[in-house]
């Protein structure tokens, strides 16, 4: 009843831009968090930004300075800008988001992972 769908991965150049998607779906009462990861072939994901309600956004070591989140609340959407782009950041990037919902008769908690886009970093 919740969805999530990442887009806006691609293939750039080394130093280029990308700006990733994260639109929530369902009847949604309030995202309170959402966390963007990175996975590559073989390995485990690691977070690489987090946004949580009331807290300033935290990021990898190896992104900051280059990565920023933000959202459309409106919009039940959040966003990934990933400029100066290293082919190290190539991976699977997933968002992942955690809120409250209404079923049709209740609010439930929700925390829900989208299906991921491609980002291929080419040096």
């Known amino acids: 009843q919740v969805q999530l769908q990442e887009s806006g991965g691609g293939l750039v150049h080394s130093g280029g831009s990308l700006n990733l998607s994260c639109v929530v779906s369902?009847?949604?009462?309030?995202?309170?968090?959402m966390t963007w990861y990175r996975q590559i072939p073989g390995k485990e994901g690691d977070l690489v930004a987090d946004?949580?309600?009331?807290?300033?956004?935290k990021y990898a070591d190896s992104i900051k300075g280059r990565f920023t989140v933000s959202n459309d609340k409106a919009k039940n959407t959040g966003f990934l800008q990933m400029n100066s782009l290293k082919p190290e950041d190539t991976g699977v990037y997933y968002c992942n988001a955690e809120g409250i919902f209404h079923d049709g008769a209740y609010y439930r908690p929700f925390n829900e992972r989208g299906q991921g886009t491609h980002v291929f970093v080419s040096s």
């Open positions: 369902g009847n949604i009462a309030r995202i309170s968090r």
């Open positions: 946004m949580t309600n009331g807290e300033s956004p």
